[in-house]
């Protein structure tokens, strides 16, 4: 999710053959690097498979008012059959910044990231953890059981996401969620809070 270039999801795949990676991203312009990075790097489209979607709306019915973020039903209701439940494991980098934040980003940066990116739309701006909150409550869905899991990943995280500030809320609201198990927050190389892990319950 949010896959940008595809760096990460290309990384995944050419590390490990057996895996088909799903690379979502709001952007066109991203879809599109990713794909010809895919390509660039020897992945044939079945292996990688880019799409453009705003989080998980691709990946849901058009029931009720129409997918993700407008529709009345519970999120995790909302994963079509054909994806429920399907993924071992999903990566994301959300839009993570406050408006005040990217503010303060130096000109170097704004020039090679979009705002969209980094800071997200405006309704999501003025909720400050909905992206989260929509990555948790969709990603239980999307992700596999343990009853279906390969035996050799049910014991590590299957979602790992970045984070900026806010780290320490976004986990404690997965634990109080009790979807999500073995939550932990990890320090960069400034010793600041850069990405969350953690296992679904269910």
Known sequence: MGCGTGCVGIALAREVP?????????????VHASRENARRNGLPEARYTAIQSDLFGWFCTSEGEGGAGVDSRPRAERIADVHRHSFDLIVCNPPYLLPS????????????????ALVGDAYRESKQYLYFQELCEYGVA??????????????IPNLVFEV?????????????SKKWT???????????????TAISVH
């Open 18 to 30: 057996r895996v088909k990676v799903w690379g979502v991203d709001i952007l066109p312009e991203a």
């Open 182 to 196: 073995n939550v932990e927050v990890h320090l960069d190389d400034t010793q600041q809070p850069r990405w969350i």
């Open 101 to 116: 934040q990217y503010d303060a980003l130096p000109p170097t940066v704004k020039h090679w990231e979009s705002r969209l």
């Open 164 to 176: 900026g500030l806010q780290a320490e809320l976004v986990a404690s609201l997965m634990e109080k």
């Open 142 to 155: 999307m992700l596999k059981p343990d009853r279906l899991k390969d035996p050799e990943l049910r014991t």
